[in-house]
Nanobody, 122 residues
Framework: QVQLAESGGGLVQAGGSLRLSCAASGRTFSNWAMAWFRQAPGKVREFVAGFSRSGYSTYYADSVKGRFTISRDNVKNTVYLQMNSLKPEDTAVYYC???????????????WGQGTQVTVSS
């Protein structure tokens, strides 16, 4: 079992920045491939950024490349998503997820946080 808890969401103007955090507890954090997904109203949940299980490789959706950065602290059991140059289309609920191996498909992830709302105003 892995428990995940996101924080750091909020309201920001276009062009601004936010940093999301995902605190993990339970089974050894470093054994999991971690990722961030998001879901906007009326849309399907989509992959945003993720780590390979080893933590050495990172993956990004084309829509966020160059603006978002995923990082992890294995001592603090926390994954971060630094979001810069935010756009109104980044508005969504952001979820942290854990899987046995990296995937960009949400159904491959066994554990999910409750989500944190990010709203970008124009």
């Amino acid at each position: 079992q892995v428990q995940l808890a996101e924080s750091g969401g909020g309201l920001v103007q276009a062009g601004g920045s936010l940093r999301l955090s995902c605190a993990a507890s339970g089974r050894t954090f470093s054994n999991w491939a971690m990722a961030w997904f998001r879901q906007a109203p009326g849309k399907v949940r989509e992959f945003v950024a993720g780590f390979s299980r080893s933590g050495y490789s990172t993956y990004y959706a084309d829509s966020v490349k160059g603006r978002f950065t995923i990082s992890r602290d294995n001592v603090k059991n926390t994954v971060y998503l630094q979001m810069n140059s935010l756009k109104p289309e980044d508005t969504a609920v952001y979820y942290c997820a854990a899987a046995w191996t990296h995937s960009q498909l949400d159904h491959d992830y066994a554990y999910w946080g409750q989500g944190t709302q990010v709203t970008v105003s124009s």
